[in-house]
């Protein structure tokens, strides 16, 4: 391929930072004194107190491609964001860029809250590098987009968050640069705005703009990027389609999520020792790999220890969203009437199982969440199991559908 | 095509650098007048006095002088001007290097809002400081002037170019004015110190009276001192119309020029350098 047909050519990319705010005031100085009598900055190794914010990015990004970087916080995107930018300068190797550059990593640089919104549209607009007659002819643009009507001659200070969002946003995206690049900045705003801004993107797309997309919300990156990097520690970890991409990362994060909930969770158990009710463990029904097929049952067991005798206890187990631990899926509780769990003696161990035949989650990495009560204390006992998290699979790998749920359908077509 | 690599600044001479600050300076001439509008009304704005301060400064730094030769704490020296009047010309003429040096060594940190976000030429912010210190300029000039004409002063016509003249002052303050804003972002203590330097400079300096010593290191100092054959020389023209170009005032003057251009030259290859500690 030829060199012209990339937008983005990084090559063997590499951004130091130092830890210490005091080391980094000492190399600051000590590299512009070097710089001055034309030494090299020791740019190749690290001093004391410095890592490798980037090391060693090699990528090639085609004109009119759609990439997302995901990765953990501190794994680099925004500094890789910013060095492609021209803001900070690489440490080792090389980028070159075709094409105009505008970059929304934060929106609304550099405005003043005492001037109004039109001034500030013009101000901004040249910050970003557009001439006072582009802004007067995407005037009209930008303000339907930020939807500000009414607040445009009144001083930015008074806008609420979310329209100086909106406004940094329009200019921004109205400018409508060769190659964008975005940083997290549709995590703001309310749901229409995300959807406006998100469809601005898809239409610079469709117009062969080159746009690199950081996010954490991976359903956006699922929807507007064919291509995704993953991003571990300054280093790309993967380079490739969005779905396997994802199922990567998800797996990646698992192993760190839980070591973090283990911690909170034995934290948790510290407290709840002594009390009338225990739990020991909870499983589900995964291999291995925590992998259960999308077409399996999904078996939920749960061992309690109980410590005081319990008339009458009622348990609720679900399944959460490994992304944000919170939103869930579904519930399954015993009722009564349905099933009850009843007279449970002091000291004993009981395993609770429920099985559920059709769990409807599509491919992903899910969490189970369970919580046990004593119907007459309402003493309740809630976790959320980490080391139990596990992954729906797709063998066949024939579910590349968008979505949370899986649902089983019929289909049908007949002449009418 | 645009391409970033490592230590690619130190791969272009000086000459080529100014020569990229003329060059984008000429292209963002419409951001530089927005930021300057920006910078301009906000600091006028924030104080209670407005553009009071713009007028009343100059005239409250010679007051203060005048209660000290009053009081007999100054030494004026032989001087045939009445010292009001030599005092307001010559507080006018050393705030032009002053001021230039002070607006220009906040440069970076001017823009801390926008500067790690948006990547555009930074050298355009030592234009929009310096715009923003000759606006202030303009207006204690032509307050001084107004008081000197109000009192009857018979001076030289040529003060009316003393916004001319000043250049070279101007040019030492900048050239000096945009090494500290680079130093001052990583080692912030720098201020302080230049603050006292300034202090210093200014008693070697014919600004408040005509230096006479016997001190022969100190008669060498202000000897070497370039500011003082400027501020010497743009005074005599403008209140006596004398036209004195000494050797000394030429060479001053190429020296200011000089420690404009090794400044300008320490900004390119500096700045970039020293943002990231902004973050």
Same mark, same amino acid.
């Given at each position: 391929m030829n060199e012209t047909d990339y937008s983005i050519i990084i090559d063997g990319l590499s951004k130091k930072f130092t830890r210490s705010l005091k080391k980094s005031l000492i190399y600051g100085a000590s590299d512009v004194a070097k710089s001055l009598v034309k030494i090299k900055a020791t740019n190749s190794s690290l001093r004391d107190s410095e890592f490798w914010a980037l090391q060693d990015i090699n990528i090639k990004i085609k004109k009119g491609e759609t990439v997302g970087i995901i990765g953990s916080n501190g794994s680099g995107k925004s500094t890789l964001l910013r060095v492609i930018s021209g803001i900070l300068p690489p440490d080792k190797g090389e980028i070159q860029i075709n094409g105009s550059v505008g970059s929304l990593i934060a929106v609304g640089a550099g405005f003043h809250p005492h001037m109004t919104g039109r001034q500030n549209i013009y101000l901004n607009g040249s910050i970003l590098g557009m001439t006072k007659k582009e802004i007067d002819e995407k005037f009209d643009d930008i303000c339907n987009f930020a939807d500000i009507d009414g607040f445009l001659d009144a001083p930015v200070s008074t806008y609420s968050s979310g329209m100086r969002v909106r406004l940094g946003f329009a200019i921004a995206i109205n400018k409508k640069p060769e190659v964008l690049l975005v940083d997290e900045v549709l995590s703001v705003g309310d749901l229409s705005f995300r959807n406006k801004s998100l469809r601005k993107m898809s239409e610079l797309h469709q117009s062969a703009n080159t746009i690199i997309f950081i996010s954490h919300n991976l359903d956006q990156i699922r929807n507007l990027c064919s291509r995704t990097i993953i991003l571990e520690r300054g280093r790309v970890v993967f380079d490739g389609d969005t779905h396997t991409a994802i199922a990567k990362y998800q797996e990646n994060s698992r192993a760190k999520r839980v070591s973090d909930l283990k911690k909170e969770a034995n934290n948790q158990d510290n407290e709840e020792a002594g009390k009338e009710l225990e739990i020991i463990e909870y499983k589900t029904n995964c291999d291995k790999d925590f992998k259960i097929d999308v077409t399996a049952p999904l078996i939920l067991e749960c061992t309690i220890k109980v410590n005081s005798p319990i008339n009458e206890l009622s348990c609720s187990m679900g399944v959460l969203s490994e992304e944000d631990y919170k939103t869930c899926f579904w519930v399954v509780s015993n009722d009564k009437n349905k099933f009850s769990i009843s007279n449970l003696k002091k000291g004993k161990t009981y395993k609770i199982t429920v099985e559920i035949k059709r769990h409807n989650l599509s491919p992903g990495a899910y969490i189970p969440n369970i919580s046990i009560r004593n119907s007459e204390t309402y003493e309740t006992y809630e976790r959320i199991l980490a080391e139990s998290s596990f992954q729906i699979s797709d063998k066949n790998l024939t579910l590349l559908e968008r979505g949370i749920l899986r649902v089983h359908e019929n289909w049908s077509v007949k002449e009418v | 095509m645009v391409r970033y690599y490592s230590d690619m600044r130190h791969k272009t001479n000086t000459l080529m650098s100014l020569y990229y600050f003329y060059k984008n300076i000429k292209n963002s001439r419409e951001l530089i007048v927005q930021l300057f509008t920006r910078d301009f009304t906000s600091s006028v704005r924030k104080s209670f006095l407005g553009v009071g301060w713009v007028l009343l400064s100059p005239l409250l730094g010679v007051f203060s002088w005048l209660i000290m030769n009053e009081i007999g704490a100054l030494n004026p020296g032989q001087n045939d001007i009445p010292y009001p009047v030599f005092l307001l010309m010559s507080t006018l003429i050393w705030n032009a290097f002053v001021q230039s040096f002070e607006t220009t060594s906040t440069t970076l940190q001017s823009g801390a809002g926008f500067i790690l976000q948006v990547n555009y030429p930074h050298e355009i912010m030592i234009v929009k400081q310096y715009l923003h210190f000759f606006a202030n300029y303009l207006i204690s000039f032509i307050i001084t002037t107004a008081v000197l004409v109000v009192f009857n002063y018979d001076m030289?016509?040529? /003060? /009316?170019l003393l916004p001319i003249l000043i250049l070279p002052l101007t040019m030492l303050g900048v050239g000096l004015g945009v090494i500290i804003s680079l130093v001052s972002v990583v080692i912030p203590d720098i201020k302080r110190i230049t603050s006292y330097f300034i202090k210093t400079l200014m008693f070697i300096t014919p600004v408040i009276y005509v230096p006479k010593t016997n001190n022969k290191f100190l008669e060498m100092l202000i000897e070497l001192n370039p500011l003082n054959h400027i501020i010497t020389g743009i005074r005599e023209l403008c209140l006596n119309g004398n036209i004195n170009l000494s050797n000394q005032f030429t060479i001053s003057c190429i020296f200011c020029l000089l420690v404009l251009v090794i400044g300008l030259r320490v900004f390119y290859l500096g700045e970039h350098k020293v943002i990231e500690k902004m973050l």
């Open positions: - | 030289s016509w040529a /003060i /009316i």
